[in-house]
């Protein structure tokens, strides 16, 4: 493969004729029903996707092992920048000419957990009408109230008429809750109604139970597939893409900065002050930023702020009053908490899922705001406004992005599991679905680059400080 020269105006570098080539391709391996059971227990059928009369498959319509999807794409060929060796590549998703399940023989179980992310009805439907209208399975249940649904609940008999509008509802029908991971309890109850497909939805708290589960599957050497599809509106799972409810998420926070905008440039003095999901990363916060163009100061988890001295946020927002006599400030849920004081309870404190609890950081933003301005400007009229859009935000249904999303990560699942893989993941990665193991996904991180462009180019529309500690610069 040759490297060709861009049309940039720039004279051509020794690179032009230089040619190159991808070797050290490292497949992750994917784990597979037939990696633990013996060929008795497995019998082979013909895809029924090959006699459906919607699809007409051609011989390149199905998956193969050859079939790869690279996790990196980018290069440098100057060698300054080497990527990472060897390089990581995972197995396509799609449909299989060969499937390890024969369709009258299926139960599948779908099951929600942790919190509320737009596109979780989407999934659930597809699921569903792909289980049901795709491969001909006719028992399929949902899981009611999260992992403890599997030992605690009856579960719920599904088909496409019951879900058919599934898709235009917030939350999830099947109602979630956090913790009750009780694997042992699960695991028999799987096993005992006979469940031998487990689709698990959840964000990285539930894809690091699913793992556990799969595990426990494969070590009772159990005929039962299991795939997780991952949901975190803050859109910090690793590995893939993005996250479904993303798209919608970022959309929905813009709204809430124009009312922000809007409350402030009607005050003297006003700032709008909004906060946005984000515990660990600041995906939502900084992609609203761009898209709005109405945000003076974008923080985010992955990078300090201070308050006070040379360079921190109370100079910087006295500029912007000053000039233009309003300000909109962005946080994200994550940023900041080291500045905000904790009694010794609080910071033990853990949720259901055994997460940290966040202080809220836009309640102690707005009065260290307050208590700032009447320190520095007493009898001068000031306004803070603070908008916490957090449970609007997930409780909304899926926009068009995010519902074809969603049938694509649901299709994709069902495609892996009726092809005999389990303990895996399916999404994009550079725009090509693929299957992931499970650890994997469970163990990665997605965090804002902030040497990133992306990062730049917030700076560059808010004109904020880059919060670098000078020696006059003070913690707020």
């Keep these: 493969m040759a490297a060709s020269g861009g049309s940039t105006g720039e ?37 029924p996707l090959h006699h459906n009369p919607f699809f007409h498959p051609s011989h390149s319509f199905y998956i193969s092992p050859t079939d790869i999807v690279l996790r990196h794409i980018a290069h440098d060929l100057s060698g300054t920048f080497p990527p990472p060796s060897p390089r990581l590549a995972y197995l396509r998703a799609g449909p299989h000419h060969q499937v390890y399940f024969k ?35 006719r028992e399929i249940y949902g899981v009611k109230a999260g992992f403890r649904g599997f030992y605690s609940v009856e579960p719920l008999r599904l088909d496409p008429k019951m879900v058919d509008s599934f898709h235009k509802r917030g939350g999830t029908m099947l109602e979630t809750s956090r913790g009750g991971f009780d694997l042992h ?25 699913a793992v556990k589960i799969f595990e426990e599957i494969r070590s009772r050497k159990l005929r039962v597939a299991v795939t997780g599809i991952p949901k975190t509106v803050d859109n910090d799972v690793g590995i893939i893409d ?31 002050l909004v906060k946005l999901m984000g515990r660990s990363t600041g995906h939502i916060a900084l992609n609203a930023t761009l898209s ?18 040379k360079g921190g946020l109370f100079e910087f927002l006295d500029q912007r009053l000053r000039e233009n006599g309003h300000a909109v400030v962005v946080v994200a849920e994550g940023a900041g908490q080291d500045l905000i004081p904790r009694t010794e309870s609080q910071r ?27 320190r520095e400007h007493p009898n001068e009229l000031f306004t803070v406004k603070y908008i916490d859009p957090t449970y609007m935000i997930r409780a909304v249904p899926a926009n068009a992005t995010d519902n074809l999303y969603c049938t694509l990560l649901a299709h994709s699942a069902i495609h892996g599991v009726m092809a005999g893989y389990t303990g895996f993941v399916s999404g994009p990665i550079n725009g090509n679905y693929a299957y992931i193991p499970l650890d994997e996904v469970a163990e990665a991180r997605n965090e804002v680059d902030i040497r990133d462009h992306k990062w730049a180019w917030v700076r560059s529309v808010t004109n904020q400080p880059d919060f670098a500690r000078t020696s006059s610069g003070m913690n707020g």
């Excluded at 809430?256 to 003297?268: D, F, G, L, R, T």
């Design 11 to 47: 004279p051509a570098t020794d690179l032009q004729d230089t040619e190159f080539s991808i070797s050290r391709v490292q497949l992750q391996v994917l784990p597979h029903l037939s990696s633990y059971l013996p060929d008795t227990l497995l019998p082979v059928h013909i895809n």
């Design 103 to 137: 369709p009258s023989e299926v139960r599948a179980a779908i099951v929600t957990c942790g919190g509320l992310c737009p596109g979780m009805n989407t999934v659930i439907r597809e699921l569903v009408v792909g289980l049901w209208e795709l491969y001909g399975v």
């Design 185 to 209: 309890k699960i695991v028999n109850a799987i096993h005992h109604r006979g469940y031998n497909q487990v689709y698990i939805i959840g964000g990285d708290g539930t894809m690091r139970g």
């Design 242 to 272: 993005k996250s479904f409810g993303f798209q919608t998420a970022v959309e929905m926070a813009q709204q809430a900065i124009s009312a922000a905008h809007v409350e402030a440039e009607s005050a003297v003095n006003g700032i709008g």
């Design 292 to 309: 709005s163009r109405d945000v003076d100061c974008c923080l985010i988890p992955e990078t300090e702020f201070y308050l006070k001295g």
């Design 348 to 374: 033990e404190e853990r949720d259901e899922s055994g997460n940290l609890v966040f202080l809220d950081v836009g309640g102690w933003l707005k009065a260290e705001l307050k208590k700032w301005w009447e």
